[in-house]
């Protein structure tokens, strides 16, 4: 099992280095430990940019068990750290930059790999139909072409992601899946006895596997509350994730012009996808000549 490297950008910690062979290696090992409860969190630009004015989300991802990779600008990120740390003319950095981003389009460099949300998922999903680790989806929810959810929702997400994953592994082991909550702590102790429930149906004591998709920052948030609870041993934040599980929404062909295909279907996203990209790697250069 590989050593990963724990490296900060702009005061986050994202652990690189790992395959995902190194990443589910070390959740079966977790797995072992008694008594705990383990949070993954797949940290992307979006993660890192909220934590500068949220010191409570810097906190929980700092403190998390393994904060891996989830897109391709934590990535460059880390490579123009690195490799410009000996550069220490401004302009000179801020060129060698630009270069090495223009480039990138057309030149696949050894930046790491990307640990998703979404291929993550899947491979827990995978070892739980080989080993029966038990799974349980909750939250995710339709939304309109704006990015507002639909109420009352159509369908419920956790559920209908449920339903395809048993199509695609049919050992696998969701021991229940709802979107019937929300992630506000007022509905915490109803979310809480559902999981109970569940688990008491299907003979679980302790889950194994949890994935919470209400959007960082609240999913990660909901698991420090709860997992004490209900018991489990390893929570896992999703975000969008049950929307591709599901079939909702396909998945981008390439992660280079990902942000573009979210655009398109999601203009209201444009905001967020602005603070991925330009603004985060500009907060990274500046913060490099700070240093």
Same mark, same amino acid.
């Given at each position: 099992m590989t050593e990963f490297e724990s490296k900060k950008i702009l005061g986050v910690r994202v652990d690189f280095g790992m395959s995902m062979e190194d990443v589910l290696s070390r959740l079966e090992k977790m797995l072992l430990e008694k008594n705990k409860?383990?949070?993954?969190?797949?940290t992307?630009?979006?993660?890192?940019?909220?934590?500068?004015?949220?010191?409570?989300?810097?906190?929980?991802?700092?403190?998390?068990?393994?904060?891996?990779?989830?897109?391709v600008g934590v990535l460059f990120a880390n490579y123009f750290l690195t490799k410009s740390a000996h550069i220490n003319n401004p302009v000179?950095?801020?060129?060698?930059?630009?270069?090495?981003?223009?480039?990138?389009?057309?030149?696949?460099?050894?930046?790491?790999?990307?640990?998703?949300?979404?291929?993550?998922?899947?491979?827990?999903?995978?070892?739980?139909?080989?080993?029966?680790?038990?799974?349980?989806?909750l939250g995710g929810h339709p939304k309109d072409f704006w990015g507002n959810a639909i109420v009352p929702a159509p369908f419920d997400m956790a559920t209908l992601a449920a339903s395809k994953v048993r199509e695609l592994y049919p050992h696998v082991n969701i021991i229940g899946a709802t979107s019937s909550f929300n992630r506000n702590p007022s509905d915490d102790e109803a979310t809480v006895e559902y999981i109970k429930k569940c688990m008491k149906e299907?003979?679980?004591? /302790?889950?194994? @596997? !949890?994935?919470? *998709?209400?959007?960082?920052?609240?999913? /990660?948030?909901? @698991? !420090?509350?709860? *997992?004490?609870?209900?018991?489990?041993?390893?929570?896992l934040g999703i975000g969008g994730t049950f929307d591709y599980l599901s079939g909702y929404l396909n998945r981008p062909t390439s992660y280079k012009f990902e942000w573009l295909k979210k655009i398109f279907i999601r203009p209201t996203k444009i905001s967020r996808?602005?603070?991925?990209?330009?603004?985060?790697p500009i907060q990274v250069f500046i913060d490099s000549i700070r240093k």
């Open positions: 409860h383990h949070l993954i969190c797949t992307n630009a979006e993660f890192i940019m909220d934590a500068q004015t949220d010191p409570k989300f810097k906190s929980i991802l700092n403190g998390a068990d393994l904060s891996v990779p989830d897109g000179a950095k801020l060129l060698w930059g630009l270069g090495f981003g223009v480039s990138s389009l057309f030149v696949n460099y050894p930046v790491g790999d990307k640990i998703s949300g979404v291929d993550l998922s899947l491979e827990i999903l995978k070892m739980s139909s080989k080993t029966n680790y038990s799974v349980f989806f299907k003979g679980v004591k /302790e889950l194994d @596997f !949890i994935f919470i *998709a209400y959007n960082h920052k609240y999913q /990660e948030n909901w @698991f !420090i509350r709860n *997992a004490p609870k209900i018991p489990v041993k390893i929570g996808i602005l603070r991925a990209f330009p603004i985060f």
